[in-house]
């Protein structure tokens, strides 16, 4: 299983940027899927989530600036980052908490990390 993000990069304050994460390999069903980040000399924290059924969770200090969506069909996630402030600057992870067949356990996988840097 793979995991490949991209969409990060450079952005003014205020800008916006949109970080995408594709699934690829063998994977039988999808749980959640969703993106943490960690900053230097921070520890990593969830960012956001979305279920199987829809269900979001976010950070209290993105609600209302990131929305993330899920594209089920392609196993694929989305961050939209808006409003992005400097202490929004790290390396976004993404994770997806999945099976690779029927009769496995529900394990968890991260991608390479992408970095959103906030700067003027």
């Known amino acids: 299983v793979q995991l490949q993000a991209s969409g990060g990069g450079l952005v003014q304050p205020g800008g916006s940027l949109r970080l995408s994460c594709a699934a690829s390999g063998r994977i039988f069903s999808i749980n959640a899927m969703g993106w943490y980040r960690q900053a230097p000399g921070k520890q990593r924290e969830l960012v956001a989530a979305i279920t199987g059924g829809g269900d979001t969770n976010y950070a209290d200090s993105v609600k209302g600036r990131f929305t993330i969506s899920r594209d089920y069909a392609k196993n694929t996630v989305h961050l939209q980052m808006n409003s992005l402030k400097a202490e929004d600057t790290a390396i976004y992870y993404c994770?997806?908490?999945?099976?690779?067949?029927?009769?496995?356990?529900?394990?968890?996988?991260w991608g390479q990390g992408t970095q959103v840097t906030v700067s003027s």
């Open positions: 994770n997806a908490n999945l099976r690779t067949g029927w009769a496995s356990s529900v394990d968890n996988y």
